[in-house]
């Protein structure tokens, strides 16, 4: 899609979910460049399933994407992208996404987009908001991926922020910056890698310590397959109400299916749901 020069565009995208007589049920509303497709049920009418739409595909300086979601008390929802987010080169202005994730009591959101890609000259910042009431749960994953290596076109220039937060539960944010070598290539850093990934299992009540022990545990076997093969990973829970897996890698596919594995784990495990992947997935 073609646009004017110096032409910004802002696409605002809000999800209501409410649970209805056994059934999730969605309003949307859209401004600009955003939309989201049908919603399917597969795993039954209490589990809605949508995919989150970007026509343009992709965000240069000066773009923002803002996507609301809020769920309503036992709604369940799972989201997905039907590929990556593009951050492309700046002329100085920054491209920002933010996603804002409400659950009230009892709901329960997958938000399982696929990677965020930082090409060389982007200034982009990545938000990602929760809020959870009650006994409220949020499963998802971030996943970003530094230039197009593969391409001959790396990340030599630019910077990506990022900020995950579940509100007075976790809070992580950061900057990779093209020009911090110590970060990009040391071992205290991401090593040399240029896809970094997180997972995370949030509460709105806290886990005993034998959930989170077992929440571990699964996770830990779930990539162990991965770390044999020489992916960098590990799971976590720095608090209560809190797992949080992360990864390093330098393609995505092995990261996102090892983030896929922890997620069908947990799955079954804290919500004795089946844990197959979705069908957007497969084609």
């Known amino acids: 899609m073609c646009r004017g020069h110096g032409v910004a565009w802002h696409g605002q995208l809000e999800l209501n979910y409410r649970h209805d007589a056994g059934r999730t049920v969605c309003h949307s509303r859209h401004q600009g460049p955003l939309r989201v497709l049908k919603s399917l049920y597969p795993e039954g009418p209490g589990i809605c399933h949508q995919v989150v739409l970007h026509p343009p595909a992709g965000l240069v300086g000066g773009d923002e994407l803002d996507i609301q979601l809020t769920l309503g008390a036992r709604s369940h929802a799972v989201l997905t992208t039907p590929g990556a987010t593009r951050f492309y080169r700046s002329e100085g202005a920054t491209a920002v996404q933010r996603v804002h994730i409400a659950l009230d009591d009892g709901a329960r959101c997958e938000w399982l987009p696929l990677e965020n890609i930082a090409y060389s000259g982007c200034l982009a910042r990545n938000e990602l908001h929760l809020a959870l009431n009650g006994n409220a749960q949020a499963m998802g994953w971030d996943v970003v991926a530094l230039g197009l290596p593969a391409a001959q076109a790396p990340f030599v220039g630019g910077a990506f922020e990022q900020c995950l937060h579940a509100q007075g ?115």
Do not use: K, Y
Not at 204 to 228: C, H, K, T, Y
Not at 235 to 249: I, K
Not at 256 to 274: C, E, M, N, Y
């Open 169 to 283: 539960i976790w809070l992580e944010r950061g900057r990779l910056s093209a020009d911090d070598r110590a970060l990009l290539d040391s071992p205290l850093g991401l090593n040399g890698h240029r896809v970094m990934g997180t997972a995370w299992l949030l509460g709105g009540q806290s886990w005993s310590e034998a959930d989170i022990a077992n929440g571990l545990e699964l996770a830990r076997a779930a990539l162990e397959p991965f770390r044999v093969s020489g992916l960098p990973c590990g799971a976590t829970s720095p608090d209560a109400r809190c797992l949080v897996v992360r990864g390093l890698a330098d393609q995505v596919e092995p990261l996102i299916t090892a983030l896929q594995a922890v997620r069908s784990a947990w799955r079954q495990a804290f919500w004795a749901l089946p844990g197959h992947g979705l069908r957007i997935w497969a084609t």
